[in-house]
């Protein structure tokens, strides 16, 4: 299973994007909110319903953890003490991570990102704790993916495809969504 957080103030894009192309790869995901209420409104207003509350789940099934973006989304994540210990654990076993936008920064406020490469918003940088700042689209370091913003958000989610499923499910993927003819 692969966990997607929510947290009020996500970034749509960043979100949705890596969501639905995943389960067009036929990997399961679950988007889990990590306050109260079901219901979480992203930066721009959308309302997005988890699937369920951080709380109520029990994450012994991952694949791998998600991180949007997002302000002030990837602030709230980076506050939220039980996800810094999954965060903290999931990174200790080498369990897949992926954040994109400003959400590398709560990795790398948590110091998670020491000795690795890794990218964010511009701008975000000095919050990436010990970690080798690169200005690339995606960056992956072993089963750690980072992208720079909303405009990576297809790459991002090819990226962690390619990480779970392989080459040939990205491409299986990005034909169905027409990508080679754009």
Excluded: W
Excluded at 3 to 15: D, H, N, R, V
Excluded at 124 to 137: V, W
């Amino acid at each position: 299973m692969v966990y997607i957080f929510l947290a009020e103030g996500f970034e749509a894009i960043e979100t949705i994007t890596p969501l639905d192309m995943l389960i067009r790869a036929g990997i399961e995901v679950n988007t889990i909110a990590i306050d109260d209420d079901f219901l979480v409104r992203s930066s721009q207003g959308i309302p997005l319903q988890a699937d369920d509350l951080f709380e109520n789940t029990d994450f012994s099934d991952a694949e791998m953890l998600i991180l949007p973006g997002g302000q002030p989304g990837a602030t709230n994540l980076g506050k939220h003490k039980e996800l810094e210990a999954l965060l903290r654990d999931a990174m200790e076993k080498d369990l897949p991570v992926a954040a994109i936008c400003a959400a590398p920064t709560v990795l790398g406020k948590h110091g998670l990102l020491k000795g690795r490469r890794a990218t964010c918003y511009p701008g975000c940088e000095g919050m990436l704790k010990g970690a080798e700042c690169r200005e690339s689209f995606v960056e992956k370091d072993g089963n750690l993916i980072t992208a720079c913003g909303p405009a990576a958000a297809v790459e991002f989610a090819k990226a962690i495809i390619r990480l779970l499923r392989g080459e040939e499910a990205v491409r299986e993927v990005c034909d169905k969504m027409m990508f080679g003819r754009a």
